[in-house]
């Protein structure tokens, strides 16, 4: 890095690298505290593992089955926590698991386990179903040696949007937040301790060094390039999930069906999500470079549909079927290489001198992996009053709009009660949903949009005015950072969209400085990136040039 094109910049408490949920999760807390973090993300932000997991907010019924009772009980008052803080981000979700003979757990074995779970969540949270129950409940499900089943609950996220709610409240209370800057190096004094962190823009290639006493390695499956391992042997394994992604009316449901894949024993599951119906997942080693986006084999698709088949033999469905697949990479920590889907989610902290790594863990826990990582930069950090209120007001917005959102709620759905949020009538249900991703920033949404807005996007449930706020206020540097994270339109519209590009051009044209030839690369771009990521497998065409 040349000396004459670093900037040098303000200090900030500590630094955060890397913007997926672990990162945000941090910089939420560091905000909370008082502290003045600046979080940087190479990519975009939720460009990694955190927009494309299964979407659980779970206790994780198999750690369980392993024993590690304290992992679950942690991930299960996580859910119950995330329930009651964000509705409408992180909604309740109910599971059925049809039980066989000879083939997966006994209802036994499954009993035990709920009983527990509920136990762990305070609540009884878990049914038996009888067989006749099972088939009225799972229209098509396989019959043969079929003995009954069990239902239980859980919760579901958007996980993008809950990386960005956290970074932008985040922002909104103080703190900074850079995506499409990646941190390059970790700056020393003669003792070792951190003094900062040199960073580039990954767009003009400048470079700046910003100072810190702290930094905080938050970037998942890439921890070991900046901090690598300090216990001999025991190193990142990145393993890679894929799902595949259909339309909800093949199959509509409600619920989760979770079984057990006749190749392998692991759980798969069938889920329904914003309308969409997805299946997966599997666990593999990924070969791949991990700076690159992952996608599926046909392999993991061949494997999915199989599970699909012996679990509802009669759906008439096929890849043929398939939208759009999204597959990502598991930041898992290993050491004896044991089958994938038998490695440890837990997650580890590494100190060195002001560098914290915090990598492992879950969607579902991000808060404790932010606690550990908090109380390892403790020493490090000034002593500001715990909960301090940071500087942008964002809590009392947020309490006028709760209290707006709430009503309309109570007084069916009419967002004339919301505060700004003008003379449309959404159903209760889409109020909480713009709640819980967006928070105080409706407000913002609502100022920007207007009645016919607050429409749904084709056969979506996103609305255009989530386009629009994206576009103008979420910080997005590519068409694609727009359709795939601040709202998941690639992944539910045919083509990832791209049938409806005009209109989309046309709505969102006016929040953005594009010019025509700006918005061509990046219709271009996207494309590409859909094809070679998102596409179904097995209609990957040859990416542009
Ligand atoms: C298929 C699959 C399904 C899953 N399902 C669930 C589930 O249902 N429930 C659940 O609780 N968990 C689930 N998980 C686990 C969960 O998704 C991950 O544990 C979590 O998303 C990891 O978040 P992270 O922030 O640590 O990593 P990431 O989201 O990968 O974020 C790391 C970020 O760091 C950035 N970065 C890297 N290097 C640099 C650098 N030098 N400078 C700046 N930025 C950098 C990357 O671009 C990346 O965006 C699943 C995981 C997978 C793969």
């Known amino acids: ?19 997926g949920v672990t990162g945000a999760g941090v910089f939420h807390a560091a905000v909370q505290r008082g502290l003045c973090p ?27 089955k392993e024993g590690k009772f304290l992992l679950t009980r942690a991930a299960v008052r996580e859910r119950q926590r995330l329930l009651s803080v964000y509705p409408g981000l992180v909604d309740p979700l109910n599971f059925i ?6 083939h997966g757990p006994s209802m036994g074995a499954m009993k035990f386990g709920l009983s527990l779970y509920s136990l762990m969540a305070g609540e009884k949270q878990h049914e038996i179903f009888s067989r006749a129950q099972i088939l009225g409940q799972v229209p ?114 409600d619920r989760v069906i ?10 798969v599951f069938l889920f329904p999500w914003e309308g969409c119906l997805v299946l997966g997942t599997t666990d593999v080693d990924h070969k791949g470079d991990v700076s690159k986006e992952p996608c599926i084999t046909k392999e993991e698709a061949d494997y999915l549909m199989e599970g699909l088949a012996h679990i509802l033999p009669d759906l008439k469905v096929s890849l043929a079927d398939c939208i759009a697949s999204i597959a990502g990479v598991r930041p898992i920590l290993s050491k004896k290489k ?29 808060q404790l992996l932010a606690r550990d990582a908090m109380k390892a930069a403790q020493k490090y950090l000034p002593r500001y009053p715990k909960n301090k209120p940071g500087p942008g007001g964002g809590a009392g917005a947020e309490s006028t709009l709760k209290s707006g959102l709430k009503k309309g709620i109570e007084y069916g759905g009419s967002t004339e009660s919301v505060p700004g949020l003008g003379p449309g009538r959404l159903s209760p249900k889409a109020i909480l949903r713009l709640w819980g991703r967006y928070g105080a920033r409706v407000l913002d949404m609502a100022a920007i949009c207007c009645e016919e807005d607050f429409t749904p996007i084709g056969t979506t449930q996103t609305l255009w005015a989530e386009l629009c706020h994206g576009a103008r206020h979420e910080q997005i540097r590519h068409l694609s950072d727009l359709l795939l994270r601040r709202v998941r339109i690639g992944l539910f519209l045919p083509h990832g969209g ?37 596409a179904p497998p097995g209609r990957r065409m040859k990416s542009p040039k």
Request: charged residues 25%; positive net charge.
């Open 97 to 102: 698991m049809p039980l066989y003979d000879g």
């Open 498 to 534: 791209m049938d409806m590009i005009a209109e989309i051009q046309a709505r969102i044209g006016p929040h953005l400085a594009w010019d025509d030839a700006r918005w061509a690369r990046e219709k271009k771009a996207y494309e590409r990136v859909w094809q070679d990521a998102y």
């Open 338 to 366: 044991v089958a994938a889907s038998k490695e440890s989610r837990e997650h580890v902290v590494w100190k060195e001198g002001g560098l914290i790594t915090v990598t492992g863990g879950k969607l579902t826990t991000f």
């Open 38 to 64: 600046l979080l940087v993300e190479a990519n975009d932000f939720a460009w990694g593992t955190s927009s494309r997991s299964s979407k659980m907010v779970h206790g994780g019924l198999r750690y369980l």
């Open 1 to 19: 890095m040349k000396e004459d094109r670093i900037s040098i910049e303000k200090r900030y408490d500590l630094v955060i690298v890397g913007g």
């Open 258 to 267: 979770s079984f057990i894949h006749p190749q392998d024993n692991r759980a």
């Open 140 to 253: 098509k499900v396989c019959q043969t040696s079929l003995l009954s089943g069990v239902g239980f609950k859980d919760a579901q996220v958007d996980d993008a949007r809950l990386v960005l709610r956290l970074i932008f409240d985040g922002c909104d209370q103080g703190g900074v937040a850079q995506n499409y800057t990646r941190a390059t190096a970790i700056g020393r004094n003669a003792k070792g301790d951190v003094t900062g962190v040199h960073l580039k823009d990954t767009r003009t290639g400048q470079g700046r060094l910003v100072k810190t006493p702290v930094v905080i390695n938050a970037t998942g499956a890439f921890a070991e390039t900046l901090h690598p391992s300090p216990v001999k042997g025991f190193h990142i394994r990145p393993l890679r999930g894929s799902h595949l992604i259909f339309p909800g009316k093949l199959y509509p449901m």
